[in-house]
């Protein structure tokens, strides 16, 4: 089955360590996205690539960077994890020009 | 500031009765939306879409309807099954074929045997 995968589906870090986060994707699509989930709160998009064109929200923080890669890898490094980006981060994907877009289950952020 | 809210956190309905999941939105640029559902521990999938030169779209058990004016959108579900209990979001865009999405914080369904 065509999926969109996350690894690890929990980490825990230290305060200031820095982390990265990974997405794989088989539905060969050309956009992929990283949102941030707070407890109770909406998800956040932290930005978003097409194709190799990256796409940085004016609100994401610096500490917050991305990598793809190829079409199918792309990663979350956060540079100096604070306890305030304790989160669940959801990767996503769609074909350009589509609303539509596939999730996959996320990865559960710790910072102790 | 919230441009798309679900006010209501949480709901509880009877099998075999209507749910109702209501999303307001306050950016009058927003021009399509979507419904997507969530189960524990998976991401969220698509469920159901309109755009606003539609006032309702249905899909099976699942109708949405939009009123511009109001910029209000519902989800219909009938009958709801226990399958439905999930968390679902309501999510909008400046226009259809627009990927950026804007969430609402969500709605939890329970659905009672």
């Known amino acids: 089955d065509a999926m969109v995968i996350q690894n690890p589906r929990y980490q825990v870090t230290q305060f200031g360590k820095p982390v990265t986060l990974s997405c794989s994707q088989t539905l060969n699509h050309n956009v992929m996205y990283w949102y941030q989930q707070k407890s109770s709160q909406a998800p956040k998009l932290l930005f978003h690539?097409?194709?190799?064109?990256?796409?940085n929200e004016a609100d994401t923080p610096d500490n917050f960077q991305s990598r793809r890669p190829n079409t199918s890898f792309c990663f979350l490094d956060i540079r100096s994890p604070g306890l305030g980006d304790a989160a669940m981060y959801l990767c996503?994907?769609?074909?350009?020009?589509?609303?539509?877009?596939?999730f996959g289950p996320g990865t559960r952020l710790t910072v102790l | 500031d919230q441009q798309v809210k679900q006010n209501s956190p949480s709901l509880s309905v009877q099998e075999g009765r209507i749910s109702i999941l209501n999303c307001d939105y306050t950016?009058?640029?927003?021009?399509?939306f979507l419904w997507y559902k969530k189960y524990p521990a998976e991401g969220p999938t698509f469920l159901i879409s309109?755009?606003?030169?539609?006032d309702k779209n249905e899909d099976g058990r699942f109708t949405v309807f939009l009123n511009k004016s109001a910029k209000h959108l519902s989800l219909h579900i009938v009958p709801s099954q226990p399958g439905d209990s999930a968390v679902y979001f309501c999510a909008a865009s400046p226009f259809f074929g627009n990927e950026k999405l804007t969430f609402g914080t969500g709605t939890r369904l329970t659905i009672i045997p």
């Open positions: 690539y097409y194709d190799k064109d990256f796409n």
């Open positions: 996503a994907t769609s074909r350009i020009a589509s609303n539509e877009q596939f």
């Open positions: 309109i755009s606003s030169i539609k």
């Open positions: 950016n009058s640029m927003f021009d399509y």
